[in-house]
């Protein structure tokens, strides 16, 4: 990240942008959108050289096949803010980004609202203009400073975000499986054939 970060501090940004992800990816989940992967990590030039922050939040591949069957899935820079990409073909080369204008850091509640409105109207939803919320290399103290009130409240059991993101993930489907159990009692009854050690998963 050019001279005015230190590999610490890319660490830290790359954390901190990761939890702020982790909690983007818990709204989408309580949605019930197939969230799959949740990527954090520095920015690189063509050289290997740190510019900035960057994170992304990719979607399951029944919800990439909605959409053109490409690649598909969220990116935030820590310039631009979030959009929604679309890629095609075997390189997976972006075809086409979406952004929904809402500033660097929006709330994970509208966040959610804007992959919501995509997935009902693609081609409407947000704006194909990339926009410029923060100079690239820049104020590095600031981003640190807006990132912090994503860190979890118990950093001792989630400071890694791949971590926070696992439990995520696993409290959202073990929430969907209650859920399905304890339906109504009008829900007509299915007869299922299971082994016990499948039973027992």
Not at 54 to 72: K, L, P, V, Y
Not at 141 to 168: I, N, S, V, W
Request: charged residues 20%; negative net charge; contains cysteine.
């Amino acid at each position: 990240m050019a001279s005015e970060t230190e590999p610490q501090m890319s660490a830290e940004l790359s954390r901190r942008a990761g939890h702020y992800a982790a909690a983007v990816a818990e709204c989408l989940l309580a949605a019930g959108l197939p969230v799959t992967i949740q990527s954090c990590g520095p920015w690189h030039d063509g050289d290997g050289e740190d510019l900035d922050v960057e994170a992304g939040i990719s979607f399951t591949q029944a919800f990439q096949d909605q959409h053109g069957g490409g690649d598909c899935g969220l990116h935030w820079t820590g310039t631009s803010g979030w959009c929604i990409y679309t890629a095609e073909g075997p390189d997976r080369h972006p075809s086409g980004s979406h952004w929904p204008g809402a500033g660097l850091l929006p709330q994970p509640e509208l966040v959610a609202e804007f992959v919501d409105a995509f997935t009902l109207d693609p081609a409407g939803s947000g704006s194909g203009e990339q926009p410029s919320y923060r100079r690239e290399g820049q104020d590095f103290t600031l981003l640190l400073d807006a990132l912090a009130p994503y860190l979890p409240a118990r950093p001792f059991l989630f400071e890694d975000p791949q971590t926070r993101f696992a439990d995520l993930h696993r409290r959202a489907y073990d929430n969907r499986v209650r859920q399905a159990l304890s339906s109504p009692a009008s829900t007509p009854l299915t007869h299922l054939h299971l082994r016990q050690g499948e039973l027992t998963a």
